[in-house]
């Protein structure tokens, strides 16, 4: 077992990363842009810590097993929200050792909800893969269903911000000639991948109208979706929310993943600067606002990067 020390405070506390996961809302009313799927839960493990500004835990280890690498705290299995071991996959090592520097790096003043992000990727992950092996209805409900999650993001496609040009004359046009360039490319990646069209909007053509993907598109879209496992749905979720596009959280796949791994990946930064190049431009133009701009920027690319490290397998 792989043990790091850390100086600490002991006092009893139950061992869950989280205590409870939100469920993902129901298609119909669940609106765009909003993440309560992964980080954002309620009655959490990181809540309580971030209340009481204490470590319950002396060592973080990692028990070897034949399937997994066990997360433990203090010689104790650490759990998900839904009670389930923090078991990750042989194929996914460096993730194990990452959530264990996470906890063993968490310093005692500094504990915040989003210092735990790959605890948080990964125990839903975990639960979800859990909840659907077992047919446990209860716990689906609360962590979500495959098909329910799918849908979710499929709603993302019409919206999708590789999908959106914006007017010629804006920036003197210098905006739209970085989409056409960043762009076009992308999505055509993308339509040899699903082979199917994907519409999108022109700003100039098609004015403050929606967009809706063809069912042909959505269906191949839709099979490809089921295709993934539990881990690599989870990063595609985390990307897409917080990128607003489907089409980065692919991208965040076929780059770190072997899922598509018969293409050049491009590069997260690459990735991140395709889901924020509006803004990129705005700020070029008119300045950066300070506490906004500054931290969407770090925060877009810690979510990029935590999903690319879940998705992560070695090569065997």
């Known amino acids: 077992m792989l043990k790091t020390l850390v100086p600490s405070r002991v006092a009893a506390h139950p061992l869950r990363a989280f205590a409870r996961t939100l469920a993902t809302p129901s298609v119909p009313s669940a609106p765009l842009g909003r993440d309560t799927t992964i980080e954002h839960n309620t009655i959490s493990e990181s809540n309580k810590l971030s209340k009481t500004l204490k470590k319950f835990w002396k060592t973080v280890g990692i028990e070897n097993t034949d399937t997994h690498y066990e997360l433990q705290l203090d010689g104790k299995p650490l759990r998900t929200p839904l009670g389930n071991k923090l078991a990750i996959p042989k194929e996914r090592r460096q993730l194990a050792h990452l959530i264990q520097h996470e906890w063993a790096s968490l310093a005692s003043l500094t504990i915040q909800t989003h210092s735990l ?99 042909e598109t959505r269906d191949k879209a839709r099979e490809w979706l089921l295709n993934l496992n539990y881990w690599d749905l989870v990063a595609l979720e985390k990307v897409t929310l917080h990128a607003k596009s489907l089409i980065c959280g692919i991208l965040v796949l076929r780059a770190k993943s072997y899922v598509g791994k018969n293409v050049e990946p491009r590069t997260l930064e690459e990735i991140a600067q395709a889901a924020t190049l509006e803004v990129i431009y705005q700020t070029e133009k008119w300045g950066e606002v300070e506490d906004t701009h500054d931290v969407d920027y770090q925060d877009i690319r810690r979510n990029i990067n935590s999903a690319a490290i879940l998705a992560f397998t070695e090569r065997e």
């Open 117 to 215: 992000p790959l605890t948080s990727l990964a125990s839903r992950a975990v639960d979800l893969e859990t909840s659907a092996a077992t047919g446990n209805s209860d716990n689906m409900s609360k962590v979500g269903k495959k098909e329910d999650i799918i849908e979710m993001l499929l709603r993302y496609l019409d919206t999708d911000t590789l999908l959106v040009f914006s007017p010629k004359h804006e920036f003197e046009g210098a905006l739209r000639e970085a989409q056409e360039e960043k762009y076009r490319p992308i999505i055509k990646e993308i339509e040899e991948m699903f082979g199917a069209e994907l519409t999108y909007l022109d700003s100039d053509r098609d004015g403050l109208r929606g967009n809706v993907q063809p069912a």
